[in-house]
């Protein structure tokens, strides 16, 4: 890993409508409008959605690099997230992120270890240790 701070530049351009390309060095651009939700097509990526998927990816990449450090086997690992976008005092923010796994693993793999591990990529994502809304995992752990 490189040393900290790490820099991340992300690059994007608007006309009065039409898609909002989000761009980064070496990276494929993203197409993005408002959800249906703030009448948009609800067909691309929105903000909203790009913040609940790293929520997502994060939580799934942490759990490779816990599982790694701790010699832990296991063969996937899915998890959908639910964020809750509300208004509290005058501002729209996420109040509530959700974060469904479920995980499966080897016979004889120990099931509180695994559910452990699950609960330690929670913790340390970085992603959501950045956002202010509450968070909760609901883990289902598949041995064999």
């Known amino acids: 890993m490189h040393p900290y701070p790490h820099l991340y530049t992300v690059q ?10 989000v ?7 993203l197409a993005t409008a408002p959800p249906a939700e703030f009448d948009g097509p609800g067909d691309r990526w ?3 959605t790009l913040l609940v998927a790293a929520v997502a990816d994060c939580f799934l990449l942490s759990f490779r690099g816990v599982a790694r450090a701790n010699k832990f086997a296991w063969d996937s690992l899915e998890c959908s997230v ?8 005058g501002k729209t923010h996420f109040t509530h992120y959700v974060v469904r796994a479920t995980l499966r693993a080897p ?5 509180a270890k695994a559910r452990q591990l699950l609960e330690r990529a929670e913790h ?3 992603i959501s240790n950045s956002l202010v809304g509450r968070r909760s995992l609901e883990s289902t752990v598949v041995i064999g």
């Open 82 to 89: 639910e964020g809750k976008l509300d208004k509290v005092e």
């Open 124 to 126: 340390v994502c970085l």
């Open 23 to 29: 761009t980064s060095a070496g990276l494929p651009a």
């Open 107 to 111: 016979a004889g793999t120990d099931e």
């Open 12 to 21: 994007a351009s608007a006309n009065p409508t039409g898609d909002v390309p």
């Open 46 to 48: 929105s903000p909203e």
